[in-house]
């Protein structure tokens, strides 16, 4: 509720109310699963319906999960990462983080490769496993890389990313008659980010 005085010093008052979205419960799954926008034109978020609950009350009571790679990817150490090696980690990432939930999932499976490939090809030479030639290699060379030294969860994680990768191109999907990357491949393509900078140590804690 707000106030102010207004002609001949008289106290107006404004109550704000709302309405329950009653449309909500009348959409599949009660929408659950949909993406909700919050804020306006000028700055907005998304947001992922998780739960639609009928109150005694007539209200609806939504749970909402925020969809922001900075929930899922975590922040990068580069105490950790050699000085050469810092600015080709920190551009992959920015772009990753700008494209995340706000470009299509093909796009964004896109820069997870593209970050996946700096990461790995970077901690490999930094590490001593392999010499500098191994920065010009693509992802799923590194990724039998990583598997020849152990690394088997990044290695898996970084061919299935290759693979989604190879899927947003339209000759793939004709030749092969494979599905583009959808929601849910972009975000595990991110969950593969995050998983590779905890097992490099270059996360932050």
């Known amino acids: 509720m707000m106030r102010h005085v207004g002609a001949g010093g008289k106290v107006a008052k404004t109550l704000y109310t709302f309405t329950a979205c009653h449309s909500l419960l009348n959409m599949p799954n009660h929408g659950q699963g949909m993406t909700l926008a919050l804020g306006d034109a000028r700055a907005a978020s998304p947001w992922r319906i998780i739960q639609t609950e009928a109150l005694a009350n007539g209200s609806v009571m939504v749970t909402l999960k925020s969809l922001s790679a900075f929930a899922i990817v975590p922040a990068v150490d580069y105490a950790q990462i050699a000085p050469e090696h810092r600015p ?3 551009e992959a990432i920015d772009r990753l983080l700008n494209s ?3 470009e299509t999932p093909t796009s964004v499976v896109d820069h997870c490769r ?3 490939t700096v990461l790995i090809s970077r901690w490999l030479v ?3 496993r392999e010499k500098d030639d191994a920065l010009a290699l693509d992802l799923g060379p590194l990724a039998k890389r990583m598997e020849a030294n152990e690394m088997t969860c990044v ?3 970084a061919q299935i990313v ?3 990768h ?3 191109k339209p000759n793939e999907q004709q030749a092969r008659g494979l599905r583009p990357p959808e929601g849910g491949d972009d975000e595990f393509a991110l969950e593969s980010v995050g998983l590779t900078l905890r097992e490099f140590g270059w996360a932050v804690r």
């Open 155 to 157: 290695a898996n994680a």
């Open 162 to 164: 290759a693979r989604l």
């Open 114 to 116: 593209s970050a996946l």
């Open 88 to 90: 080709p980690v920190a």
């Open 166 to 168: 190879a899927r947003g």
């Open 100 to 102: 995340a939930f706000r």
């Open 126 to 128: 930094q590490s001593g």
